[in-house]
């Protein structure tokens, strides 16, 4: 099945038109790239070497899994479509295991699209990113995946970008344009900037309509992670 090769577990297989087969019952699709795809119910297209399903579709590689209503997987162009409700979960373990790990970074969106080559998945309408205490939404939310480490490395906010801290003793709120933040390879926020027209406030009761400090100050000082 091309240079993207995959193999197909299901309880049923059928076939509709000639290139055309369909599966019914616990499918499991597994890509030569490490990509693991399950549903109910999903058609291939032999010719176009595309999967599609209209169900609840789960996805898990590596550290990266999630979840979507109807998926389209595309072979040839390396791609993974989520149609609807999508889920993205990056977990990232310490390379000491006695070290608390970074809490686990989600995303979610009313569509999103991933690029395995580009390393890109790009999450729209709606798109929310969830890590710990920390809150974060914008017009469009795209993750940026290290290929070679098949780990988050950054998460690039587009258009009314927002982000809020609920942290004990330091909740806050920082709204821009445009939001990046950039992870190490244990997923602990490293660097965060926000870009256009930023703006930055305590949300503590004793200083709750009080702007603070220039918003790149905010960012390093409440949102960093400690080590």
């Known amino acids: 099945q091309g240079d993207w090769s995959s193999d197909v577990c299901s309880s049923d297989l059928y076939l509709l038109d000639p290139g055309?087969?369909?599966?019914?019952?616990?499918?499991?699709?597994?890509?030569?790239?490490?990509?693991?795809?399950?549903?109910?119910?999903?058609?291939?297209?032999?010719?176009d070497q595309i999967a599609t399903t209209d169900v609840a579709v789960q996805f898990r590689k590596d550290d990266l899994s999630g979840s979507s209503i109807g998926a389209n997987l595309n072979a040839q162009a390396h791609t993974l479509v989520l149609q609807r409700e999508a889920h993205l979960v990056s977990e990232a373990k310490p390379k000491d295991p006695k070290k608390k790990p970074a809490p686990p970074v989600e995303i979610r969106s009313d569509r999103a699209n991933y690029a395995e080559l580009d390393g890109v998945v790009r999450f729209e309408g709606n798109a929310v990113v969830v890590q710990g205490e920390k809150t974060a939404k914008a017009d469009s939310i795209t993750g940026v995946i290290d290929v070679k480490a098949r780990k988050l490395q950054r998460i690039e906010m587009r258009g009314n970008a927002d982000l809020k801290s609920l942290e004990k003793g330091k909740a806050s709120e920082l709204q821009a344009r445009d939001m990046d933040f950039l992870f190490d390879e244990e997923q602990h926020l490293q660097t965060a900037a926000a870009n256009g027209g930023a703006h930055a406030f305590s949300l503590r009761s004793e200083e709750h309509t009080s702007e603070l400090q220039s918003p790149c100050n905010l960012v390093c000082r409440l949102l960093l992670e400690k080590k």
């Not at 087969?21 to 010719?47: D, H």
Request: proline residues 0%; charged residues 25%.
């Open 20 to 47: 055309e087969m369909a599966f019914n019952g616990n499918v499991k699709i597994t890509t030569s790239e490490g990509l693991e795809v399950t549903t109910e119910a999903m058609k291939y297209f032999q010719k």
